[in-house]
């Protein structure tokens, strides 16, 4: 509604998620405003959308990516490592693997490297062997019962504070279940054959692994002369096509994390296509 109240009369709003729930109750709860769009896709697959759209160039994009309140509280997927429910973890449920094909089938050693890569989890060998052990007793079928397996692994002088010690292990399992990461790199690197000169990017990320993304492709569009330090003259003539409009991340303060605790980790880039 307030994206709505900003935008010209003539202009549209499309929005995009690959989660058909999102779909269908956003669409419901705008039901009444014909300026606005919803479509299930992937935003990997943006420049199909406004091919399909016969849509030339975008004057603004918001990117919120992570999941929504809905799919931890209400999907049933599995997303909360408190809840007694299947180990599913898709936000589209038309895709395979599930949570549980993955955690039940992966090697030790590609188990390690998941939760080391994606989990950035100090901890990633001593976890990886406990949910081994663990599914050789029995299939690993909920979240809680996964939830279980990290935290009887955990020590307590290991256990973060405020956090639930499986909550790396479950970042890491959603990142590579939806394919996060891939997803990303897609999206950032369509964007400047997308967007519409002055027309603005912005990205709010809720973890590391995304938002060095989200930076490294902002810094690079931002760049200018790309030739390797030796070269005596430049040979690119490469002129910058974004700008950032703030060059640190901006977070959120202490008033809006007491509004919104989900919003404790998110950081926000935004960046000004400046030319073509
Ligand atoms: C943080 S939530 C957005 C919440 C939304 N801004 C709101 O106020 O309700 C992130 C949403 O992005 C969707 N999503 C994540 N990755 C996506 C992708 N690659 N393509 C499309 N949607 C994606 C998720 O399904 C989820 O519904």
New binding site residues.
């Given amino acids: 509604m307030e994206i709505l109240s900003h935008l010209p009369e003539n202009s549209s709003l499309i929005c995009?998620?690959?989660?058909p729930d999102?779909i269908r109750l956003?669409r419901k709860r705008l039901r009444s405003e014909n300026r606005v769009q919803f479509i299930h896709?992937?935003?990997?697959d943006l420049g199909r959308v406004m091919q399909d759209l016969a849509i030339d160039r975008i004057d603004g994009i918001l990117l919120?990516?992570?999941?929504?309140?809905?799919?931890i509280e209400k999907s049933g997927r599995g997303f909360s490592f408190s809840r007694e429910e299947p180990l599913d973890m898709r936000?589209?449920p038309d895709h395979k693997p599930t949570g549980k094909d993955l955690i039940n089938s992966l090697s030790l050693e590609s188990l390690q490297a998941l939760l080391r890569e994606y989990g950035e989890e100090q901890r990633a060998k001593t976890l990886a062997k406990a949910i081994v052990r663990a599914r050789e007793q029995e299939t690993i079928k909920t979240a809680s019962q996964l939830a279980r397996i990290v935290e009887e692994a955990t020590p307590k002088s290991h256990r973060p504070w405020k956090r639930h010690p499986a909550t790396k292990t479950f970042q890491a399992l959603r990142i590579a279940i939806?394919?996060?990461m891939e997803?990303?790199e897609t999206?950032l690197q369509e964007i400047p054959s997308l967007m519409a000169v002055g027309g603005r990017l912005v990205v709010?990320s809720?973890h590391s692994l995304e938002d060095r993304q989200i930076k490294r492709a902002m810094v690079q569009w931002e760049k200018t002369c790309t030739c390797p330090p030796d070269f005596p003259v430049c040979a690119c003539h490469k002129a910058p096509i974004f700008t950032r409009v703030f060059k640190k991340g901006v977070k959120p303060d202490e008033t809006e994390i007491r509004l919104n605790p989900r919003a404790r980790s998110a950081i926000m880039r935004v960046a000004e296509r400046i030319s073509s």
């Fill in positions: 995009l998620d690959q989660d999102a956003s896709a992937n935003f990997a919120d990516l992570g999941m929504s309140s809905y799919q936000m589209n939806n394919k996060e997803s990303l999206f709010i809720y």
